[in-house]
């Protein structure tokens, strides 16, 4: 009885000390992320600060050299920095990121119209979907539907899928392709979903769910990793070849493609309930976080199957992308993805990638990776990484009731 009695102290002690630990573990993240508010509200700021200056809106997208590199409406990350600004808003409720929100996304307007390249979707939703979010401007809507008009052109129906690259146009014009269709595109179909959410059209939503269920059927190899491209017959429909563009090699895994795939899947899950992307979802996430060659920080090399791994750059865009998505998951009840989504967040929000105030060309995560094949953009701060970060953070944060 005596040795019993000595048994439950001992177990209590452990107990509460495990606690202490956890609450110490909290306590010590909880500092992380406030810090890596303040950084943001700081770099961002400074970000602003300078393009307000101007007098004119610039669209900050990396740095080159040593400079801030400014976009043109028409790139297809043009929609971030202005979304960006709204999930400071959320995180600050500061009015006056809403002020730049606004004025930077509304700059953007004739971007509805753009018909020659996929990522209409990223660029009008990450900046006029955040807007709408947030002010309830209905006239928001009506440029969502018009983009989404625009991204329709695109849809190849003997293929089922929308084209993301014009195949004779730029470098790809050298590729032999007719009508590629890269993973990223899964990200563009939030845009086509909420066009018939505001229309009550039902087009959108079929053109997405086709693309969806093709991807799903030709971009996934059996062990749940994907190809960057998939080039389709769009006159008889099928598929031509299965390649590479930003990734190492055809049958490698593009680091960030297979977070698009993870965060697209769970979107389509979102709008349609269909079991079937929940359970993508879940294969992709298997494929991500078993993969030997994962870093214990969780934030991957560049490819999964880059040559000089440990030596390889890694890239924190695909870290916070599948970190967001991982909290979107969360929402559906895989409550067993929280604690990777965190040890995401918490490597991203720590010194290795969180910049300094003052450096990093003023944005917020260092060490990502645009394009080795095209050797560009390496070990570089992306406006996309710095998003996708502030948007998981907004998400990680409502979740558990702090903000
Ligand atoms: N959507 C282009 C990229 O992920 O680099």
Same mark, same amino acid.
Request: charged residues 25%; contains cysteine.
């Given at each position: 009885? @005596?040795?019993?009695?000595?048994?439950?102290?001992?177990?209590?002690?452990?107990?509460?000390?495990?606690?202490?630990?956890?609450? @110490?573990?909290?306590?010590?993240?909880?500092?992380?992320?406030?810090?890596? &508010?303040?950084?943001?509200?700081?770099?961002?700021?400074?970000?602003?600060?300078? &393009?307000?200056? =101007?007098?004119? $809106?610039?669209?900050?997208?990396?740095?080159?050299?040593?400079?801030?590199?400014?976009?043109?409406?028409?790139?297809?990350?043009?929609?971030?920095?202005?979304?960006?600004?709204?999930?400071?808003?959320?995180?600050?409720?500061?009015?006056?990121?809403?002020?730049?929100?606004?004025?930077?996304?509304?700059?953007?307007?004739?971007?509805?119209?753009?018909?020659?390249?996929?990522?209409?979707?990223?660029?009008?939703?990450?900046?006029?979907?955040?807007?709408?979010?947030?002010?309830?401007?209905?006239?928001?809507?009506?440029? $969502?539907?018009?983009?989404?008009?625009?991204?329709?052109?695109?849809? @190849?129906?003997?293929?089922?899928?929308?084209?993301?690259?014009?195949?004779?146009?730029?470098?790809?014009?050298?590729?032999?392709?007719?009508?590629?269709?890269?993973?990223?595109?899964?990200?563009?179909?939030?845009?086509?979903?909420?066009?018939?959410?505001?229309?009550?059209?039902?087009?959108?939503?079929?053109?997405?769910?086709?693309?969806?269920?093709?991807?799903?059927?030709?971009?996934?190899?059996?062990?749940?990793?994907?190809?960057?491209?998939?080039?389709?017959?769009?006159?008889?429909?099928?598929?031509?070849?299965?390649?590479?563009?930003?990734?190492?090699?055809?049958?490698?895994?593009?680091?960030?493609?297979?977070?698009?795939?993870?965060?697209?899947?769970?979107?389509?899950?979102?709008?349609?309930?269909?079991?079937?992307?929940?359970?993508?979802?879940?294969?992709?996430?298997?494929? $991500?976080?078993?993969?030997?060659?994962?870093?214990?920080?969780?934030?991957? /090399?560049?490819?999964?199957?880059?040559?000089?791994?440990?030596?390889?750059?890694?890239?924190?865009?695909?870290?916070? $992308?599948?970190?967001?998505?991982?909290?979107?998951?969360?929402?559906?009840?895989?409550?067993?993805?929280?604690?990777?989504?965190?040890?995401?967040?918490?490597?991203?929000?720590?010194? =290795? /990638?969180?910049?300094?105030?003052?450096?990093?060309?003023?944005?917020?995560?260092?060490?990502?990776?645009?394009?080795?094949?095209?050797?560009?953009? &390496?070990?570089?701060?992306?406006?996309?990484?710095?998003?996708?970060?502030?948007?998981?953070?907004? @998400?990680?944060?409502?979740?558990?009731?702090?903000?």
């Amino acid at each position: 009885m @005596r040795k019993f009695t000595i048994f439950l102290s001992l177990a209590a002690l452990l107990a509460a000390c495990t606690g202490n630990d956890e609450k @110490r573990q909290e306590a010590g993240n909880t500092d992380l992320f406030s810090e890596a &508010i303040k950084t943001a509200e700081a770099q961002i700021g400074y970000q602003v600060k300078v &393009i307000e200056e =101007s007098g004119k $809106i610039l669209n900050a997208r990396t740095i080159e050299n040593g400079h801030v590199q400014y976009i043109s409406r028409q790139d297809w990350t043009s929609g971030f920095f202005p979304g960006t600004m709204f999930y400071m808003y959320d995180l600050t409720k500061d009015p006056k990121w809403l002020d730049v929100g606004v004025k930077y996304t509304e700059d953007l307007d004739t971007i509805k119209h753009l018909k020659w390249h996929h990522d209409v979707g990223f660029m009008i939703d990450c900046s006029f979907g955040n807007a709408l979010r947030v002010t309830n401007n209905d006239a928001y809507k009506e440029v $969502i539907i018009e983009a989404a008009n625009s991204l329709s052109t695109r849809f @190849r129906p003997a293929a089922g899928v929308i084209q993301s690259w014009d195949e004779d146009r730029g470098w790809q014009a050298e590729r032999g392709w007719m009508c590629p269709v890269i993973i990223d595109n899964m990200m563009n179909l939030e845009l086509l979903f909420k066009a018939t959410e505001f229309s009550g059209d039902s087009t959108y939503y079929n053109i997405a769910v086709s693309h969806a269920n093709n991807t799903m059927k030709h971009h996934y190899r059996d062990d749940w990793s994907c190809y960057h491209v998939v080039d389709y017959d769009k006159e008889q429909g099928g598929v031509r070849s299965k390649q590479n563009a930003q990734g190492y090699a055809h049958e490698s895994a593009w680091a960030r493609g297979q977070a698009w795939g993870l965060y697209g899947f769970a979107v389509s899950y979102r709008y349609t309930g269909d079991e079937r992307y929940l359970e993508m979802a879940d294969n992709i996430y298997n494929f $991500i976080f078993t993969h030997q060659n994962l870093p214990d920080d969780l934030v991957p /090399y560049w490819d999964f199957n880059a040559p000089n791994i440990p030596n390889e750059p890694r890239d924190a865009s695909a870290a916070a $992308i599948a970190a967001s998505a991982l909290y979107e998951l969360v929402k559906f009840g895989k409550e067993e993805y929280r604690q990777t989504a965190d040890q995401i967040m918490a490597s991203l929000a720590s010194d =290795s /990638y969180k910049a300094l105030v003052g450096t990093n060309g003023n944005f917020l995560l260092r060490h990502s990776v645009g394009s080795i094949p095209h050797d560009n953009e &390496i070990d570089v701060p992306l406006n996309y990484a710095d998003y996708y970060f502030l948007e998981a953070l907004t @998400r990680k944060m409502r979740q558990e009731g702090t903000l």
